[in-house]
Structures are given as C-alpha cells and as structure tokens.
C-alpha cells in the first residue's frame, strides 16, 4: 500500500548505515502508481540522502516527486 511504502521509505533512510534508497515498484493490474509515488515524495521531505524510483509496467509515469 502506498503507506507501507512510505513508511518503509523513512525507516530507511533514517538508518545510518543506509547511503542511498532505490525504489522499484511494480504495479498490479488494479493499482494506480500515483498514490505510491506520492508516499515516495512525502517520505523523502527533508532526506538529504539520494532516492530513485523506478515504476515498472506502469502505461505512464507517475508525476509526483519529478524533479
């Protein structure tokens, strides 16, 4: 759910020994990717530690957090 993603997001980036978070998130047939890419971008505010996110299979990439 796009909660579990965004608080799995913040758990690790707090962890010292985590550099970087790379997110890949592969939708279901069912699933929009908008509200998990949203969680992402809530779960990044404020991290100075580097963060990609890769939506597979999506028809369209979600526009929440493009920088």
């Known amino acids: 759910t796009p909660d579990q993603y965004e608080s799995v997001v913040r ?8 550099d970087s978070v ?3 998130y ?8 908008e509200p998990v890419a949203e969680a992402v971008a809530r779960a990044v505010v404020g991290s100075t ?5 890769n939506f597979l ?3 369209r990439a979600p526009t929440a957090g493009a920088r």
């Open 49 to 53: 530690k580097p963060v990609v996110a």
């Open 11 to 18: 758990l690790v980036l707090d962890d010292p020994q985590i």
């Open 22 to 24: 790379i997110v890949i």
């Open 57 to 59: 299979a999506s028809r």
């Open 26 to 33: 592969t939708p279901p047939m069912v699933s929009a990717p």
